[in-house]
Structure formats: structure tokens, C-alpha cells
């Protein structure tokens, strides 16, 4: 069945419960005009008008509606928790991992479940959470058949079956109250009009005798889109009328940050963020075409969202709006951009202008003083500058002294702007900022932040800083990338580069062991090549010690950049995981004719066959078995002429080792986001890759390990962080140690 034929199906369906909801009531009136044809015909036509206004969604420039029985996803809702004490550590780091669990309440209970309960429900959400949606779909599910009604069916081209969740015999009145920014606030007469424009005759009568028998369920959306100037009026008039006809049902709407309370005999409840399987329910239905089902656009969609690379996509998603944005973006071309700095930007543009145009919802002046790329550098500013400090939370005196500030010293800003009025319209318009918890402030998504502090240091002279501080610090791993992602990445990439070789530069250890390299690795001309072998090379001091450094893989950051400038460098089998006797062989025989050795492989060989275990391995006791295995490595070592005091690193050197290779694999991801990147400026990096260049270094040394301490105190996901934690001596003789190169 096609879908208009399903849409013109369901209009029935729902015409024919709509003539049975109401033709016991109107029947008592007895009067001329009320006969069965006349409203059998009046509800086809209501029907068909719901169907048509608030069947479907058609948001951010889709070519055509989508049905809500194909796409809506059930919401949940948690009771409202913004004025609420709250763990502020807990939130924090609830923030900090992305984790869905914004709220101290639970999971929720599902949203249709509450509606059927509450006869007075008022619904908060964020901006673009679901709360209109939400709202018309409640009408739609009390315009469908009963369970258990002879006419309960399924339509072809939709996902459930055509029974109406909604229990409560009412009759559903959809009403925007931003209607009444242009006319006379008189809920009654607006509730006429909607049957008035069906052809019924004597409305007025209908309507009043439907909610003196209490048959009205009144959807009334959208309490923060009510101009300010009549506000006031708008909730006495819903009050007061939810109070004269207390028999029937009320569902009103408001963004969260602008509600203060106005129903207090209604139940207020907030929505929540869409979970997994709420957002895996979302994709299946927007993707549920049979070309779609075909191409198994669906499951494609949903690994790339959940795959490691997206995880802040995914945040994203977890809001219906950006959601249905991300489903257009892929639908376009069945992929995500591999610029996500791109992505965001948009994500971001929907929230600051695209969302609110569509809604006509800018009620405030202020969208008029201050002009989206000035707002893009305030709140630029804010978030960098926060980020930095590793804050998250802020307070509502924080916020407004800031603004204040950037407001005082920016030339071309507003003087008369009030600052508090500015965060007031930022969170309720927009919904950058969202009250966590009470005078707890932050962004609406950690990736937001990210974004806009990439945003800041995109900018002349900043770039420098920002590698300088943070290139090791692993919490900065995504403003790099997003950073990347912008105009001038080959800036960004060859500052990276530098700072590495400040890196080994100033760790003694380190430059040993590149310097090593050097030695060993020839140029060929095969620049990616050679970059791949001497990353290798320079990995294995790290090797076959996992019983050393308490079983983890100290080569695996290695093992990633490698793989990230080579995926089949490890697919050969030619490279050993276990280290033995033949294993050795065999990989010597395989990378050997490509390294300039001190000695030739065959005398390497011949040391190995030399080594006789006193039983086989598989029968050695563990620490047999090890000791063993560093003879092999030992002699490995020696024919590659590699120093013994690097033979064997500590935990502290392998560390540093670790950070470069970090630092190294981070400059690769950041070239694989670049919006553009000349092969011959990439050529140029890969040649850096594993190398160092004394002539360049000199007079840029700086007291690394002083300013590792500071990085580490502030910085707890930092590699400087990790270094300083790496021994149990005293902090001070460690770090005087690394500055001596003892």
C-alpha cells in the first residue's frame, strides 16, 4: 500500500473513532442538523485535517513529511529535577563520559503511560527533545481505535498496529498557543473554530457539551512561544479554564528553562534524552523503506553512530532534533562526513537559528542585538576558557560576569545588551546552556563545548598555545580533531610536529632511542614507508614485556599508529606476538634486509640457535619462561645495537615513549579530519615522523620537566599526568632524574 493510501486509511480509522467518541454525547441534544451522516462526515473531515497538521513531521528542510506512525519513537519522562540538590561530582562525571543519565530519577516511565494517568500534564523539554511531537502524537493515539473495538486493524506502511495507546475516551483538540500573539485569548472560541472549519453545524453547542461531559482531551503547545506581554494572560486563561471544566483532559508544553511553575495543579514531568534502543527505533523507522531495508541502511547507520569513532555524534543523537538531523545528513549520502568539525557546526547552527526560525520562537529582541557569529565568539570564549580549567559547571554569577566582560570589551557589541537577560535567551531559545541542577549550569552537550573551544583557539596565535599546553593530554583529543576539521590544518599539524620534537628533545631517553632509529632505518624515498618502519623499530624496547609493566600492551599505541598509517603492516603474520626462537627468526629474515645492522642477520641468527632453553617452553615454570624470553631479546637488541640502559626501561621511560607515540597518532587522526591537506604537505610530515632535526631545535629548548609537573597537577588525563605517577619515588627525584637523563 502506498503511503497516501495508508495516510487516507488511517484518517478513516481515525473519523470513524471520532464519530464514536462524541455520538453518544451529541446525540442528547435531540437537534435538527445532528444526524448521523452530517457528523460521520464532519469527523472524516476533522480527521483527515489532524492527520494531515499533526500526522507526520516535516523539519529542517525534509522534501517531504514522515508519517509519526512510521517514525515516532516512544518518549519517557522523569519528574522534574532542576531545582533539586544534586551530586555535583557525580554530575560532573556523568557529563565528562557522556553517559545518558542527566537526571537523579532513573530511567523514567514511559511517557503514553503518564498521559493515561495524569488527567492535568505538563510537558518539559529542551529545545528540539520531542515535546510537540509528543504532544500530537498523543492526539493521534486518541483518534485511533481501542483495543479491543471492532474496527482495530493494522495499516500497511506503518510500523504498529493501528490501536490507539491512549485508554481515556476523549476527544483530542490540538492548539498552538502562539496563536494567540495575533488574536484574542479565548480558548473557547478557539476550540469552536477548529469544528467550525470542519462544517458542523452549531459548533458552539458541540463544544460546550462535550466538556460539560468532560470528552475533551485539550493539547495546548508550546508555553514558552507565548510573547512575553501575554504571558501572564495565556496561563490564567489555560488555568482557569482547566479549573471551570475539571471533567476533562489537559496536556500543556514548555521548554524547561523558561517554566517557572505556572500550573500548580498540573503534574509536571521532563523528558529524557533518547537512550540506545530509543535512538535504534528512531533510525529503523526513519530508514524502514524497502530500498532502504534492502541496503540495510538501518544497521549501517546504527554501527557507524555507536562505533568508537562517533561516540560524540552519538551525544548528539540522543536529542530527537539533532537526531533527525544526523538521519537527514546520512540519507543524503549514506555515510557521515569524515569532517565532523563540519557536522557540529551545523548541529549547532540548528540550535542557534535554524530550529527557532522554523518554530517562530524568537519572542526577545536580543537574537536582533546580537548577531550569530559574535554569539558563536562569546560563547567561543567561554568555553575554551572553561575547558582549559577542566570545568564543566558553572554558575549562573559566573556566566553573566563573563558575558559582561566579553560584552564590555568587545567594540562592535551591544552596550545596552543586559547580560542576564542574554543567558536567560541563550538557554530558553536555544538550549546551549541547561540548568543541571540548581545554580549548576553547562553546556547542553560536552561535544558543544568541544566544538566552540575548538572554535576558539581556530584563531590566529592560539593554535600555538593550544599544541603547546595540550598536544599530551588525552581530555583535548577531540578539540584537536575538531580543530582539524577547520580551514588551516596543515598550521595545526606542523605545530604538532614540533612540539614532538621539543618532546624528544628534552626527554634524554627518548632521543636515544630515535636517534637509534635513525641509525638503523634508511631512507628509501618510500616516505610512508619508511615512516611505518621506523615507528616499529622505535617500538621495540616496548616489546614482549607485558610481565614487566603488570600485563599491559606498552606497544599498543604503537601497534595504533602504525595501523592508522599502514592497516596491513600487522596482516602479513609476518610480525611475531610472541617472542621466541623462531618467531625471532622468522621476522629478522623478513625486516632485516631493510635496516642498515652493525652486524649482519645471519650473525643475529646464528647468536639465536646458540640459545638453548633447558625444556620446552610450554613446561617452564612462568618465570623460566620469561627469563628465557629476554635472552632472546637481549640478543635481538645487541645485533640491532641498541644501548643496554635501553634494553631494559623503566616504567617512567616507557612512559615516555608511549607519549610520543600518542602525540604521533594524534597528528595522523588530525590529518585523516582535515577539511584539506596538500599530499605534499602530508609527504613533508611523514618524513618528520620518527626522525629529529637538531639544526631546528636549536635555541627552542625549553625546562620540559618543570612545566610536565605544572601539566600533570592540572591536567589529570594528561601524559605528564601518567609520568608522574609512574614510580613510587619522591615526585622531586623523579622528575630532577628525566631533566639529568639519568
Not at 520531542?130 to 471492532?150: H, I, M
Not at 496536556?251 to 523528558?271: P, Q
Amino acid at each position: 500500500m502506498s503511503l497516501d493510501n495508508a495516510q487516507e486509511e488511517l484518517s478513516t480509522k481515525a473519523a470513524s473513532t471520532g464519530f464514536q467518541l462524541v455520538w453518544g454525547v451529541i446525540s442528547k441534544l435531540s437537534k435538527k442538523g445532528w444526524d448521523r451522516a452530517t457528523l460521520t462526515h464532519v469527523m472524516r473531515r476533522y480527521a483527515e485535517q489532524y492527520v494531515l497538521r499533526h500526522g507526520s513531521i516535516k523539519v529542517l528542510g525534509m522534501n517531504s513529511p514522515i508519517p509519526l506512525l512510521t517514525i515516532y519513537t516512544a518518549v519517557k519522562v522523569v519528574p522534574p529535577w532542576r531545582d533539586a540538590y544534586r551530586d555535583l561530582d557525580g554530575l560532573k562525571d556523568s557529563l565528562k563520559n557522556r553517559e545518558l543519565a542527566y537526571t537523579p530519577n532513573g530511567k523514567g516511565e514511559p511517557g503514553m503511560l503518564v498521559a493515561n494517568r495524569e488527567c492535568r500534564l505538563n510537558v518539559l523539554g529542551a529545545p528540539g527533545a520531542g515535546k510537540s511531537t509528543f504532544l500530537k502524537r498523543v492526539g493521534l493515539e486518541a483518534l485511533l481505535p481501542r483495543t479491543g473495538w471492532e474496527n482495530s486493524s493494522n495499516i500497511a506502511g506503518c510500523s504498529t498496529p493501528v490501536v490507539g495507546d491512549y485508554t481515556p475516551e476523549c476527544f483530542p483538540v490540538y492548539i498552538e498557543l502562539r496563536r494567540f500573539k495575533h488574536e484574542p485569548i479565548d480558548i473557547h472560541r478557539a476550540l469552536v473554530q477548529e469544528f467550525d472549519a470542519c462544517g458542523l453545524p452549531e459548533a458552539n453547542a458541540f463544544i460546550t457539551i462535550c466538556l460539560s461531559e468532560g470528552r475533551l482531551l485539550l493539547l495546548f503547545d508550546g508555553v514558552d512561544e507565548v510573547p512575553t506581554d501575554k504571558l501572564d494572560s495565556v496561563i490564567q486563561h489555560v488555568t482557569d479554564f482547566a479549573d471551570k471544566h475539571t471533567n476533562n483532559r489537559f496536556i500543556t508544553s514548555c521548554r524547561t528553562a523558561f517554566y517557572k511553575t505556572f500550573f500548580r495543579k498540573f503534574v509536571d514531568v521532563e523528558l529524557t534524552a533518547f537512550d540506545d534502543r530509543q535512538i535504534e527505533r528512531f533510525v529503523s523507522g526513519w530508514f524502514g523503506s524497502n530500498l532502504d531495508r534492502e541496503n540495510r541502511s538501518a544497521e549501517t547507520f546504527i554501527s557507524l553512530l555507536f562505533s568508537k569513532e562517533h561516540r560524540a555524534t552519538l551525544e548528539l543523537a540522543r536529542t530527537p532534533l539533532l537526531l533527525t538531523f544526523l538521519c537527514l545528513v546520512y540519507d543524503a549520502s549514506q555515510k557521515f562526513p569524515v569532517n565532523r568539525s563540519s557536522l557540529y557546526r551545523r548541529a549547532l547552527m540548528i540550535l542557534m537559528e535554524r530550529w527557532a526560525a522554523e518554530k517562530r520562537v524568537h519572542n526577545s529582541p536580543i537574537s536582533a542585538e546580537l548577531h550569530t557569529e559574535l554569539e558563536m565568539e562569546l560563547l567561543s570564549e567561554i568555553a575554551a576558557k572553561a575547558y582549559a580549567k577542566d570545568q564543566i559547571l558553572f554558575s549562573q554569577k559566573e556566566l553573566v560576569d563573563q558575558i559582561t566582560n566579553f560584552m564590555r570589551e568587545t567594540l562592535n557589541a551591544p552596550r545596552t545588551l543586559d547580560a542576564k537577560r542574554l543567558l536567560e535567551a541563550i538557554e530558553v531559545q536555544q538550549g546551549l546552556f541547561v540548568e543541571r541542577a540548581a545554580d549548576a549550569y553547562s553546556f547542553s552537550h560536552l561535544t558543544v563545548q568541544e566544538y566552540l573551544t575548538a572554535e576558539y583557539f581556530h584563531t590566529p596565535g592560539k593554535t600555538a598555545q593550544l599544541v603547546e599546553e595540550y598536544l599530551f593530554d588525552q581530555k583535548w583529543r577531540e578539540v584537536f580533531l575538531l580543530s582539524a576539521g577547520m580551514p588551516g590544518a596543515d598550521e595545526l599539524l606542523f605545530s604538532m610536529l614540533k612540539e614532538c620534537d621539543l618532546f624528544i628533545a628534552e626527554m634524554p631517553r627518548v632521543l636515544r632511542c630515535v636517534q637509534w632509529v635513525g641509525k638503523i632505518v634508511p631512507v628509501t624515498g618510500r616516505v610512508l614507508e619508511d615512516a611505518v618502519l621506523r615507528i616499529f623499530i622505535l617500538s621495540l624496547p616496548l616489546r614482549f614485556k607485558r610481565l614487566e609493566f603488570h600485563q599491559e600492551r606498552v606497544e599498543s599505541l604503537a601497534d595504533d599508529l602504525i595501523t592508522a598509517l599502514n592497516p596491513d603492516f600487522f596482516r602479513t603474520g609476518k610480525v611475531p606476538t610472541k617472542w621466541g626462537i623462531k618467531s625471532a627468526q622468522k621476522w629478522l629474515q623478513y625486516i632485516g634486509p631493510s635496516l642498515s645492522l652493525p652486524c649482519t642477520v645471519e650473525t643475529i641468527i646464528e647468536n639465536l640457535r646458540r640459545l638453548s632453553p633447558s625444556r620446552p617452553l610450554d613446561q617452564m615454570a612462568p618465570g623460566s619462561r620469561h627469563a628465557f624470553k629476554r635472552e632472546v631479546s637481549k640478543v635481538v637488541y645487541q645485533g640491532f645495537g641498541l644501548d643496554e640502559d635501553l634494553q631494559n626501561l623503566s616504567r617512567v621511560r616507557a612512559i615516555e615513549l608511549q607519549t610520543l607515540f600518542y602525540g604521533y597518532k594524534l597528528i595522523v587522526d588530525c590529518k585523516n579530519a582535515a577539511l584539506r591537506l596538500s599530499s605534499a604537505k602530508w609527504e613533508e610530515a611523514c618524513k618528520r615522523i620518527g626522525t629529529i632535526d637538531p639544526i631546528a631545535l636549536r635555541g627552542q629548548k625549553r625546562e620540559r620537566p618543570r612545566k610536565f609537573m605544572s601539566t600533570a597537577r592540572k591536567h589529570p588525563n594528561s601524559w605528564a599526568a601518567t609520568l608522574r605517577q609512574a614510580s613510587t619515588k619522591p615526585v622531586r627525584e623523579q622528575w630532577s632524574q628525566i631533566s639529568e637523563g639519568s
